[in-house]
């Protein structure tokens, strides 16, 4: 019979009176709740087959907490049980940045966010790349297995939707004719993680960075592009309005 979550809470010496499960993509989290404390419980679930991985993870977690960022450092090692590998963190209170859907202000407020974090991050030494990524700018998307995997999904895409595929193939040749990493050359490669759905407020406040599992090493302009999603200009307002 498969170890229950309440036997796996209890692994890290706490015992829960509640858990509920929160999310559900990569990763899985449960709040766990224990007397009048908070607990997120995590069942890791992203890039499983690469080698160091994990550890490549919690060590940015480590430094960002170092840096004074509200990151949600694991009260201990991971615990393998039954080959699956859990952690347990304090629980990041807050809200996401507004009720969507969002309105300008609300990106501009996130460009804000974004340069305060540059700005905690700008003397913590980057690490080598993330096991198995390369910097966006650096390789044809997707990060992992670069252009061969690409043109493999592009055919796959072709099968069922040929004018989608032609697209995001046009797409991808104007981006590379572009030739990023001519133009990003210069520019220093720092560890990203920024996105809106990672960020959490308390009193208008930053109280978390969430979720870890697309952080990588790359020119801090992705993280203003991961931000701004492709047509949110608010967060570039924001971002150059706030001193680095």
Known sequence: ????????VREFGIEPAAIRRVSHRQNT?????????RYAL??????????GDLDWELAVVEQWAGAGLPVARPL????????????????????????????DSDYERLGE?????????????????????????????????????????LAALAKTDA????RFSRAAEALEARDLPRVFAVHPRRTIH?????????????????????THV???????????RGYHDGVVRGTCATPA
């Open 76 to 103: 201990g090692p991971p615990r393998e049980i039954e080959g699956v590998k859990w952690f347990l963190m304090p629980w990041l209170a807050g809200r996401a940045l507004g009720r969507e859907p969002w309105i």
């Open 113 to 153: 966010l974004l340069t305060d974090v540059h700005a905690a991050t700008a003397s913590v030494p980057a690490l080598p790349q993330r096991p198995g990524w390369r910097s966006c700018v650096d390789a044809a998307l997707p990060v992992s297995e670069g252009a061969a995997r690409r043109d493999e999904l």
């Open 42 to 51: 995590r069942r890791a679930g992203a890039w499983l087959d690469v080698e």
């Open 194 to 214: 920024f996105s809106p759905w990672n960020v959490r407020l308390r009193r208008g406040e930053l109280s978390g960075l969430l979720d870890f599992e697309l």
């Open 1 to 8: 019979m498969p170890t229950s979550l309440a036997n796996i």
């Open 218 to 228: 790359d020119v801090l302009a992705g993280d203003v592009a991961q931000s701004r």
């Open 163 to 166: 004018c989608v595929a032609t």
């Open 29 to 37: 989290h449960w709040r766990v709740r224990s007397d009048d404390r």
